[in-house]
Each structure stands twice: as C-alpha cells, then as structure tokens.
Nanobody, 125 residues
C-alpha cells in the first residue's frame, strides 16, 4: 500500500515557475513507476508526465514537453514536477499517481493503483 500527498500548488502568473511535490509512504515506493496527471474543471483527468521506477526514463505529454520536468528521489520517497513557462491552459488540479509497473502504459490512468488528493494550480494574470 502506498499513500501519496501532493503539495506546492498555488496561484501564479503566466510565465512563472512552480514545483509540485509528492510525498509517498510505503517501503515499496522505489519499485513503481510514478506519474503526474491533471484535471481541469469539466474535463477528464489527463496525463502530464511519468518517470520510471529508477528514474532512468521519463515521458511527457506534448503540450508540456520542454517546460515541465519530472524527477524522483527514492531515498526520500519523493516525486517532483518542476513547471516553468506556465500558461493559463496549465490551470488544473494536479494529481500524483503511483503503483505503475508497465512503462508502455505510463500515460494511462488505469495503470496506477494509488492516487493523491490533488493540488490546485492556477495560472492567471
């Protein structure tokens, strides 16, 4: 069992940067691929980024490629999403996802067994 708690969301202006953190409990954290998803009001939850269990592979949705960076620290049971050059369309609740084992499905919500409660990111001038 893994519990996930996100933090770091907030209100920022277009062009600003923000770093989201996801704290994971459970000794098996380092065995799993991890991901970040987001959900805007009235829309479905969609993939943002994923990182393999050892950190050697990453995957991003095209719209954040080059602006967002996912990373993890297995010694601290932490996953991060560094977001830069934020745009209004990045506004959403961001969710940390864990428990993934098949990298080919790392962009799919059904791949992940564990989810955090979400943190709101609002990009507005």
């Amino acid at each position: 069992q893994v519990q996930l708690v996100e933090s770091g969301g907030g209100l920022v202006q277009p062009g600003d940067s923000l770093r989201l953190s996801c704290a994971a409990s459970g000794s098996t954290f380092s065995n799993y691929n991890m991901g970040w998803f987001r959900q805007a009001p009235g829309k479905e939850r969609v993939f943002v980024a994923a990182i393999s269990w050892g950190g050697g592979r990453t995957n991003y949705v095209d719209s954040v490629q080059g602006r967002f960076t996912i990373s993890r620290d297995n010694a601290k049971n932490m996953v991060y999403l560094q977001m830069s050059s934020l745009k209004s369309e990045d506004t959403a609740v961001y969710y940390c996802a864990g428990g993934g084992s098949r990298w080919a499905n790392s962009h799919r919500t059904y791949e992940y067994a564990y989810w955090g409660q979400g943190t709101q990111v609002t990009v507005s001038s």
